[in-house]
């Protein structure tokens, strides 16, 4: 499996690009992609907020994250703006009948293959070796462009989940 995601991030962005991720709970399918692709194209496209063009990118990356980037160096997205982003999710939500708002879905790399394991049966899964602190983890509740591209994949022990399984062991 290939992860190597940074390199798909428009290097036009500047360091105060928000980010806002949404994990889907199932796979997305090769044409849902393809349809889905273009709708967050179209929407970065069409961003506005005041009025004003948003600097966006959107992507969908590894068949399960939703990735809304807007660079604030020119126009702020908040109120209206972020409103319609969520919205613009929610459709899709519908739209492709996927859960995209529940946080406690976490993914994993396992065995080359992004596993999700909900919240409550991660410390089994740690216990019990499924996981350890190596295993991959996507950090979803990252918020800003750097952190994007250093810390949504790491190794589970570098994350807060990991601290939390660790405090518990």
């Not at 990735?67 to 126009?75: G, K, P, Q, S, V």
């Not at 740690?126 to 295993?135: H, K, V």
Request: hydrophobic share 40%; glycine share 2%.
């Amino acid at each position: 499996m290939k992860l190597d995601y940074q390199q798909l991030i428009p290097e036009n962005l500047s360091k105060n690009t928000r980010v806002w991720i949404y994990q889907s709970n199932r796979l997305f399918t090769l044409s849902e992609a393809l349809q889905l692709e273009e709708e967050l194209k179209k929407f970065s496209e069409s961003w506005l907020s005041h009025g004003a063009s948003v600097n966006a990118s959107c992507f969908l990356f590894f068949g399960y994250f939703i990735i809304l980037m807007a660079d604030e160096a020119e126009t702020t997205v908040s109120g209206c703006s972020t409103d319609s982003s969520v919205r613009f999710v929610k459709n899709i939500e519908q739209t492709y009948n996927v859960s995209l708002f529940d946080r406690t879905n976490l993914a994993f790399i396992v065995k080359d293959k992004i596993e999700l394991l909900p919240l409550s049966q991660v410390n089994y899964a740690f216990q019990n070796g499924y996981i350890d602190e190596s295993t991959l983890f996507f950090d979803n509740s990252i918020q800003d462009i750097s952190a994007f591209k250093s810390r949504w994949l790491i190794p589970l022990a570098d994350s807060w989940l990991g601290k939390r399984l660790n405090n518990k062991n």
